[in-house]
């Protein structure tokens, strides 16, 4: 009887010590936009839903920091690290050192040039595929017309400002009446879109010479949005704004007619990486190397007032 207690005890014992004691380092690039800000919040979420102990690493934008908290996490041995990476190269020293230490690596939202064997799966949207998606409605959006389009990217270097160009440049081949006049990095954030936004309307007569705004993300339209006011123009009729991401504050702007449209991103890339980790933990099933999310379109038929209402408290 006391041999059988001893055996149950050890038995709990286990369960309790392998069941939701997996550590994850998360290597995050910084807080640049709301989307960001979205991803890091979901992140915990998922991470104390599920008893994941997270350690947090801000990188402040800087690939070094990120390389620095991936060996760091490879020292302390944690059982999984999810990066998402700043830029898309000069990550295969660092990721071969954690492949060498057998922890799996999950890239989240962006990708990375490099050999697949590096990581374990990456979670995220074919952002080719958004870049496309954004063109094609500003495409149907102006019909005929001619149109010269000013262009805010994404962080140089970065998979998304990369992806998202080539994209929207698919999406307007041929199309001899729209042609892209400007484009410059605004680096992701509020104050990138409204400084360079400004000097495009400085170059643009004020703004005359502008049909509509690309960019890469909603945290630079909404800079750019508060630049073209500030020039005395309308957003969302005298400049055509389409963005990428899909935050409350879009809608908002969305909804007060300052925007057209949005692609939609979301910020729950944690979700399917630890449903992947955690089958890999459990039996070593490996996932599909690409685990895409979708990429939905939202334009000013889409209730942007109620889309508005429905995400304004989910951590943007
Ligand atoms: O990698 C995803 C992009 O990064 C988001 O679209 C943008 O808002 C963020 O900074």
Redesign the pocket.
Known sequence: MLKTLMMTAAVVALGTASAGAETVGFSQ?GS?????AAETTLTRQQAEERGIDLKFSDAQQKQENQIAAIRSFVAQGVDAILI?PVVATGWDSVLEEAKEAEIPVVLL??QIDGSDDLYLTAV?SDLVHEGSVAGEWLANEVGDGECRIVELQ??TG???AIDRANGFRKALEGKDNLEIVRSQTGD?TRSGGKEVMESFLQAENGGSGICALYA????MALGAIQAIKEAGLNPGTDIKIVA??A?PDYFQAMANGEANATVE?TPNMAGPAFDALEKYWADGTAPEKFIQTESKLYTQSDDPQGEYEARKDLGY
């Open positions: 690039i640049e936009s709301g989307w960001r998402a939202d962006r995220g994404g962080t970065s998979s998304p992701f890469h993300n909603d945290d990428i991401d935050v991103l």
